[in-house]
């Protein structure tokens, strides 16, 4: 049976448990498991450039030891360690950020972001722009919320108002859901807009999905 790892780089476990409630509709009973790990030495959130460059050594040691995955997924939107875990692995990487952008623009012409904080989008513009994407982008907007309150409940609120605003100011007609820890409000928010709203873990996982089928 093929496998797929996938990695939140916090240390956050409600985030992990989030994810695996978010990716059960993909598991493949018998042909795929989905195998979501928490990084136990990572932040509690994943926040600022120090956050995200104190993950890139472990994840790299992850994918450099898990000899039995098949497939690494790593549920971070900044793509921590994306390039160098390529460079370790013969075996398929992906990023949330890279592949929930490119699914999300084959659902809309133009994509809003729900980011968390004015600090996450200044690390997202740059990518954005190296993956040429930017002519697609409507705007990303910050919820100002961290990691751990972005993942609760009580956070949905203030990402259907940044949502709303995104599709009604800046013409945004599709949504990516900017961070993996707001994986559980993905589908009440595309009940309530009515256009597409893109999960990129789920978006990640689906393509891993495609890869490790394909393997012989």
Excluded: W
Aim: proline share 6%.
């Amino acid at each position: 049976m093929k496998k797929i790892l996938v990695i939140n780089p916090n240390s956050n476990e409600a985030v992990t448990e989030g994810l695996r409630e978010c990716l059960a509709p993909l598991q493949l009973p018998d042909r795929v498991e989905i195998e979501c790990l928490t990084l136990a030495e990572g932040p509690f959130g994943i926040e600022s450039k120090l956050d995200t460059e104190s993950v890139v050594l472990p994840l790299h040691r992850i994918v450099t030891s898990r000899e039995d995955a098949d497939a690494f997924v790593i549920a971070c939107y900044s793509d921590p360690a994306l390039a160098l875990c390529r460079e370790a692995t013969t075996k398929p990487v992906f990023g949330i950020q890279e592949s929930g952008l490119f699914s999300a623009l084959q659902r809309g012409a133009r994509v809003g972001v729900v980011a968390l904080s004015p600090l996450s989008i200044a690390r997202h513009l740059p990518y954005i722009r190296a993956l040429g994407l930017e002519s697609r982008l409507a705007a990303e907007r910050p919820l100002n919320l961290s990691v751990e309150q972005s993942e609760q409940a009580a956070a949905y609120p203030r990402i259907e108002t940044i949502a709303s605003t995104l599709v009604e100011q800046d013409m945004a007609d599709t949504i990516l859901m900017g961070c993996a820890g707001m994986a559980r409000h993905c589908e009440q928010l595309e009940n309530t807009l009515g256009i597409p709203v893109t999960e990129p873990t789920r978006a990640a996982v689906t393509q891993a999905l495609g890869a490790v089928l394909l393997q012989h």
